[in-house]
C-alpha cells in the first residue's frame, strides 16, 4: 500500500469491506430455518369436574387453532379407568409459540384449572427430533403433526387400555411415570422405523 497510487489505497481498504460483505452473507446463510414446535399437556382432572374440563379445554383449543402461527391443537381424552387428559398443540415455530403462551386466552384458561386438575406434565419437542436418530424429514410440516398425534393417540390409548386396569390401585404418580415411560420409550422404538415406511408421505410435495 502506497500513498502515490490513490486507486491502490482505495482498492487495499476496500479489502475489509469486502470481508465484513462475505462475512455477513455467510451469517445470514448460515441462520438455522425456524422448525415446527409440538407441546403437549397432560392434566388429570378430578373425576367430578371432568365435564367443566373439557368445556375449558374445547374452548382454549379453538382459540389456540386460530392463533397466529398455529398447525393443529387437538385434545386426546383419557381410556377408561383413567382421568388424564392430553392437550397438544403445534405452532410453526419458537416466536410463535411463545406468543400463544403470553397470550389473554390461555392466561384465562390456566386461571380457571385450579380445582379441577391434581397434576400435569408439560413436554415440548421441535420437530421429530426427539424421536429419530438423525434428520428428521423435512416435508410440510402438517404431516409430521399428524403422524405425531396419531402414535401419541395409539400408545396412550394402548396403555389406558392393557396397563391401567391392572395398577389402577397404584398412587396416581406411579401411574403417570409408567404412563410416560411407555409411551417415550415406545415413540423411541418405533418412529424410526415408522418414519422411513412413511418417507415419501412425509416429504410429499418436497420429495427430489
Known amino acids: 500500500m502506497t500513498w502515490a497510487s490513490p486507486g491502490r489505497w482505495q482498492q487495499d481498504v476496500s479489502v475489509p469491506q469486502r470481508l465484513r460483505a462475505r462475512s455477513g452473507a455467510a451469517e445470514e446463510t448460515m441462520q438455522p430455518t425456524p422448525e415446527p414446535v409440538t407441546v403437549t399437556v397432560a392434566r388429570v382432572v378430578r373425576p367430578d369436574r371432568r365435564v367443566a374440563f373439557e368445556r375449558a379445554a374445547a374452548a382454549v383449543l379453538a382459540e389456540a387453532a386460530n392463533f397466529p402461527g398455529n398447525l393443529g391443537a387437538s385434545l386426546l381424552r383419557p381410556?377408561?379407568?383413567s382421568y388424564e387428559y392430553?392437550?397438544?398443540?403445534?405452532?410453526?415455530?419458537?416466536d410463535s409459540l411463545a406468543e400463544w403462551e403470553?397470550?389473554?386466552q390461555r392466561r384465562d384458561f390456566l386461571a380457571r384449572l385450579p380445582g379441577m386438575v391434581e397434576d400435569e406434565r408439560y413436554a415440548r419437542v421441535t420437530g421429530l427430533e426427539g424421536f429419530f436418530p438423525g434428520p428428521a424429514p423435512q416435508g410440510p410440516a402438517w404431516r409430521s403433526w399428524l403422524l405425531t398425534v396419531a402414535v401419541v393417540l395409539v400408545f396412550t390409548s394402548?396403555?389406558?387400555v392393557l396397563a391401567v386396569?391392572?395398577?389402577e390401585d397404584w398412587p396416581w404418580p406411579l401411574r403417570l411415570l409408567l404412563s410416560a415411560v411407555f409411551v417415550v420409550t415406545a415413540l423411541r422404538l418405533v418412529m424410526p422405523w415408522l418414519s422411513r415406511r412413511l418417507q415419501p408421505w412425509l416429504l410429499g410435495s418436497r420429495r427430489r
Not at 392430553?86 to 419458537?94: K, P
Open 165 to 167: 386396569p391392572f395398577i
Open 79 to 81: 381410556g377408561p379407568g
Open 86 to 94: 392430553h392437550l397438544v398443540y403445534r405452532f410453526a415455530d419458537d
Open 158 to 160: 394402548t396403555f389406558q
Open 102 to 104: 403470553r397470550s389473554a
